[in-house]
């Protein structure tokens, strides 16, 4: 089946450290990939999404690449701040018949301190 | 432009109790999804709706239901409430029924649903 294995957490960094969270995932055919950030007491925001092998996707910092030699996208960033204090949910989407639906990882949160 | 909104945002009901929870979407789409977020978990889908049909069921009893209206705003029914049903509960919208590679799932900030 399809299904999406994060890193566990919670981790908590300095402010200016480096951030990655693993994602690998299991599925058939090619899905897209991507990362939505829960901020405390929101829904959920798209971050940054691939939709074929190598694309990399990239957004306030972050970035992530399909890689499908290694079934993975991971999450980095080169220097988190404060408000990057969030829940991150690694995701694929998975289209079944005339339906679609993303199929999410457990998320992991992180909280960086100044 | 406004984004998904939701109502209520918090609600406690016991069990074996009813439930409607509200979703409009953003203006133009025409998709909506359900997902359950239980606590300390990634959302699991329930449903996905587009111009007024059934497109998608999750793995999720009979207890849930849902429907959208002409106007692309959806309920979802949840009958004989159990303790395990506590859970945000999430609705996503996008422009088409299957275009998430170019129309993602835009999110609400989700009902607090629990159950005592």
């Known amino acids: 089946g399809n299904s999406v294995t994060q890193m566990e957490g919670p981790v908590t960094l300095s402010e200016e450290a480096f951030l990655t969270i693993n994602c690998t995932y299991t599925?058939?055919?090619?899905?897209?990939l991507f990362w939505y950030v829960q901020y405390p007491g929101e829904g959920l925001q798209l971050l940054l999404k691939?939709?074929?092998?190598?694309d990399k996707g990239s957004n306030k910092g972050f970035e992530a690449t399909y890689r499908k030699e290694t079934t993975s996208f991971h999450l980095e960033k080169g220097s988190v701040q404060v408000s990057d204090s969030a829940v991150y949910f690694c995701?694929?989407?998975?289209?079944?018949?005339?339906?679609?639906?993303?199929?999410f990882g457990k998320g992991m949160k992180l909280t960086v301190n100044p | 432009d406004a984004g998904v909104t939701q109502s209520p945002t918090h609600l406690i009901k016991t069990r074996g109790q009813h439930v409607t929870l509200r979703c409009s979407p953003i203006?133009?789409?025409?998709?909506v999804s359900w997902y359950q977020q239980v606590l300390g978990q990634g959302p699991q889908f329930i449903f996905q709706?587009?111009?007024?049909?059934?497109?998608g069921r999750g793995n999720f009893p009979d207890r849930f239901s849902a429907r959208q209206f002409p106007n692309y705003s959806s309920e979802l029914n949840v009958n004989a409430l159990l303790l395990g049903d506590s859970a945000l509960y999430l609705c996503?919208?996008?422009?088409?029924?299957?275009?998430?590679?170019?129309?993602?799932?835009?999110f609400g900030d989700g009902t607090r649903l629990s159950i005592l």
């Open positions: 599925a058939t055919g090619y899905p897209s």
């Open positions: 203006s133009g789409h025409k998709s």
């Open positions: 691939a939709t074929k092998a190598d």
């Open positions: 995701a694929l989407n998975r289209r079944e018949g005339g339906s679609e639906k993303l199929v």
């Open positions: 709706y587009y111009e007024k049909e059934e497109r």
């Open positions: 996503a919208s996008s422009s088409t029924g299957t275009g998430g590679l170019n129309q993602p799932q835009h």
